[in-house]
């Protein structure tokens, strides 16, 4: 089907005035020639339509057809390219059975609109990319200098939450036999307005694939249970069944990813702060001593992480092994001198998570390559931050994971996000689209 339409389009500058270029493309975009444009192309498609069905309008005979006109109605619709008003026809359908509609819009079987909303899905999709970074009343009033029209706060806040929950739905196809070795988990706190809970809770999951040294977020939860994060994690192959997982020492993230095939690795920036405050906690030590005690096992911890930077390249394996056995005798040596003074707290927690903390130093003599922080997350919690724990700022669980599934993924996987967009403006549907331009001016054709 083919839509033509005449346009004709003149322009006149005064003869004793120099405009500067940028003033003459403001004027011509302040006449809405992409919205006219669209709302010709439209009705001239809606046209052909209904002549196909009902014949060239007022021709004898058009009464005893099936389909009949039966007037027109105004659809209104926003696009990004402006505000539409549409004059569309109805069309009768004679010969409908008794139950379906005996009146329909042709033009809709060459165009989709969406559904009943005014804002069809790229004004939307605009502007909910837009909250992603700005609260909702912002990115309403910041995209008026973009575009015509912006919906409603509350209008993108609803796009938001529909969007979000079709990109959750989207996310794991993205993220199925993923493989990866290394997983990443972390969780903060964001204010809730559910009358149930002070707070949400927010896990976040990335994936890492260190031989390719690639990255991706797995999983974005609020409120959930990391046990059922990590079965349907396993469940779709995102992670393998023997992967190291990095994180904090929070017991509910290393009970849930690791069993007798995975180990933990203790991302080591946590161990100053760790032992910092259990130091504390314990009473025994004045400021000065505790500040003595955690930077001597800080230089041990991160010493082995030098030597292995430095050694694995060229796969001195024996230095490795032989800084691990140092490091793990000085620790354990600290630990039990800690218990001797009676700070049982800072003792315990060094004798807890030793294991974990050498974790990626044994792995890179077996020939593997471990994170040996979780700084990627720490920083996709930093993008939490930024949108969802301003004070003021309060949710609710699904508007809470509506814009962080947005928020997130555009961070960590720009191209599954712009994957997800296309797929949710059918831009694959352009190649059965094709259009021709000419343009005459008054010195010829260009």
């Known amino acids: 089907m083919h839509a033509t339409i005449d346009v ?31 709302e010709g192309l439209v009705e001239s498609l809606d046209a052909a339509r209904v002549e196909a069905l009902c014949g060239e309008k007022h021709t004898h005979g058009n009464g005893e057809n099936r389909f009949q006109r039966a007037g027109t109605d105004t659809r209104t619709a926003v696009t990004t390219a402006g505000e539409h008003e549409l004059d569309l026809h109805y069309v009768k359908d004679t010969a409908a059975d008794h139950d379906e509609s005996s009146y329909f819009r042709p033009v809709e079987d060459v165009l989709g609109f969406d559904g009943q909303n005014r804002y069809q899905q790229d004004i939307a999709a605009k502007s909910v990319d837009l909250a992603t970074s700005l609260s909702y009343r912002d990115a309403a009033d910041h995209g008026d200098g973009i575009f015509e029209r912006m919906p409603s706060p509350t209008t993108i806040n609803r796009r938001t939450k529909e969007y979000g929950t079709k990109l959750k739905q989207f996310l794991p196809d993205c993220v199925a036999d993923t493989d990866a070795d ?115 096992v800080i230089e041990d911890v991160f010493h082995l992480k030098n030597s292995v930077i430095k050694h694995r390249p060229e796969e001195e394996f024996a230095a490795i092994r032989e800084r691990i056995t140092r490091t793990t005798e000085r620790i354990e040596k600290t630990a039990w001198q800690l218990n001797q003074y009676g700070s049982e707290k800072a003792a315990r927690y ?90 005459e001016s008054t010195r010829g054709k260009l």
């Open 182 to 296: 290394a997983v990443i988990p972390d969780g903060t706190q964001c204010h809730s307005q559910d009358e149930d809970r002070s707070y949400h809770s927010v896990q976040a999951t990335l994936g890492e694939n260190t031989a390719e040294e690639s990255r991706s977020l797995l999983d974005l939860s609020v409120n959930a249970d990391w046990d059922e994060t990590a079965a349907e994690l396993e469940d779709i192959g995102a992670v393998t069944d023997d992967a190291t997982v990095v994180s904090d020492g929070d017991s509910g993230i290393v009970t849930a990813f690791t069993d007798e095939h995975s180990d933990h690795q203790l991302d080591l920036v946590h161990v100053g702060r760790t032992l910092d405050y259990n130091l504390w906690d314990d009473g025994v030590f004045s400021l000065d001593r505790r500040n003595q005690i955690v930077s001597e």
């Open 350 to 439: 060094l004798r807890r998570w030793l294991p974990s903390i050498v974790r990626f130093a044994k792995q890179a003599i077996e020939g593997f390559e471990v994170p040996w922080t979780s700084n990627p997350v720490e920083r996709l919690m930093g993008e939490v931050s930024k949108r969802c724990k301003n004070q003021w700022m309060r949710w609710t669980k699904e508007g809470l994971e509506a814009i962080l599934q947005l928020r997130l993924v555009k961070y960590a996987d720009p191209s599954y996000y712009q994957w997800f967009l296309d797929e949710l403006l059918q831009r694959p549907t352009k190649t059965a689209m094709s259009c021709d331009l000419s343009i």
């Open 8 to 38: 004709r389009l003149t322009v006149s500058i005064d003869d004793h005035k120099t405009i500067p270029l940028a003033t003459l493309a403001e004027s011509i975009t302040d006449q809405n020639i992409e919205s006219v444009l669209l």
